[in-house]
């Protein structure tokens, strides 16, 4: 069964510092894994989603990397602002062929970031 | 751009009450989910649909819960008798199909069984 684990559960770091968050995830056959930002009561913002065959994407400050063979993937946050203080979750999906393959995605936990002025 | 919206985005109900929690995805879009998030827990997936059939469900998804495509637009939970461990954020999703795989989500909507 897939377990999707992230690390640290919550980060303090003051503003203009880069930072990487951690995801984990157990079985390695994944088909993609997301990232996304979460902020107080809301819902999930997409930030990437890097498919299997990739190691990387990025968008503006951000950039994923994905070591599928480790089960690990980072978010690499440079520069950070006090605008990105949320909570950060990874999702991954299965492959694609699996039986009952729909796109359910499997979530971790969650790193909460606060970036201090 | 286009995004997906919830309705209500607080709902309160009594305990054995049914609610139904709506959803409008992206218009083009196929493939529809519902997830939930307790307070402080992880986001779990419910159930996907497509082609007017639920395509996968969880072990949550049990007997009190329905999906139903209305429409062309709208997108509905069911939960028919509500418990209170039901409480949490409701998310509903969805994506293009094809090679897209990303999902887009919706805003939420709090239930609070009391």
């Known amino acids: 069964k897939q377990e999707v684990t992230q690390i640290p559960a919550a980060l303090s770091v003051p503003e203009g510092e880069n930072l990487v968050l951690n995801c984990s995830f157990t079985?390695?056959?994944?088909?993609?894994l997301q990232w996304f930002r979460q902020d107080p009561g809301k819902g999930l913002t997409s930030l990437l989603l890097?498919?299997?065959?990739?190691r990387e994407q990025t968008s503006g400050r951000l950039n994923a990397s994905l070591d599928k063979s480790s089960g690990r993937s980072t978010l690499y946050i440079a520069a950070s602002q006090p605008g990105d203080s949320a909570t950060y979750l990874c999702?991954?999906?299965?492959?694609?062929?699996?039986?009952?393959?729909?796109?359910?995605?499997?979530f971790g936990q969650g790193t909460t970031l606060q970036v201090k002025p | 751009e286009p995004e997906v919206t919830q309705t209500p985005s607080h709902q309160v109900t009594q305990m054995g009450q049914e609610v139904i929690l709506r959803c409008v995805p992206i218009?083009?879009?196929?493939?529809f989910y519902w997830y939930r998030q307790i307070l402080g827990q992880k986001v779990e997936f419910l159930v996907s649909?497509?082609?007017?059939?639920?395509?996968?469900k969880s072990e949550i998804f049990d007997d009190q819960f329905s999906v139903e495509r209305p429409d062309g637009s709208n997108f509905t939970l069911k939960i028919r008798s509500t418990k209170l461990e039901d409480s949490a954020m409701y998310f509903c999703?969805?994506?293009?199909?094809?090679?897209?795989?990303?999902?887009?989500f919706g805003p939420g909507t709090r239930l609070t069984v009391t």
């Open positions: 890097i498919q299997s065959s990739q």
């Open positions: 218009s083009n879009h196929l493939y």
């Open positions: 079985d390695s056959a994944i088909y993609n």
């Open positions: 999702a991954v999906r299965r492959p694609v062929g699996t039986s009952s393959n729909t796109g359910k995605l499997i």
């Open positions: 999703a969805s994506r293009v199909g094809g090679s897209s795989y990303e999902q887009y």
């Open positions: 649909f497509y082609n007017n059939e639920i395509s996968e």
